[in-house]
């Protein structure tokens, strides 16, 4: 027993995982890690699985690719702007400012993985508040 008591023992702290703000900032990390994905890789797809009808009427489950939009775009002089959107609203990053200047496209997965970091790091969190409407709960799961 002298050595549990040699230890810092504590109250099991409380983790609520169903904290919107939390729930909001894993959601955008995911978004980012798949469009780091897809500016690796042009073809990337999000496997998922649904239910469909077979022609026997039986319910089957079948693999389907889900198609990710990609968040950034390039101008006629090479030059690289990434929006970052949660849902389908761009987040402003500033007053009015919705876009990062990337510059060409090979700095990218530096820029996604910058803005990963800002967004674990809960720099995010008022924007993506933001976009959720006056009064609105957020969905739940499950």
Known sequence: MNTLNSLNLIALPKVDARDPKHQRRNKLVTQLQQQRS???????VVP???WVK???????LVNSPK????????????????VVRYGSKPLALAAGKHA?????????VE????VTVAAK?????????????VGQKPPKKG
């Not at 820029?111 to 910058?114: M, N």
């Not at 790091?121 to 993506?128: C, F, I, K, S, V």
């Open 38 to 44: 897809l500016a690796l890789d042009p073809n990337f």
């Open 121 to 133: 790091a809960g720099e995010l969190d008022e924007q993506m508040a933001a976009t959720q409407k």
């Open 67 to 82: 198609r990710v939009k990609r968040w950034w775009n390039e101008d006629a002089n090479g030059n690289c702007f990434l």
């Open 48 to 50: 998922r699985q649904k």
């Open 54 to 60: 077979a022609e026997n009427g039986e319910k089957q």
């Open 111 to 114: 820029v996604i993985d910058l």
């Open 100 to 108: 990062i200047a990337v510059g060409t496209k090979d700095k990218l």
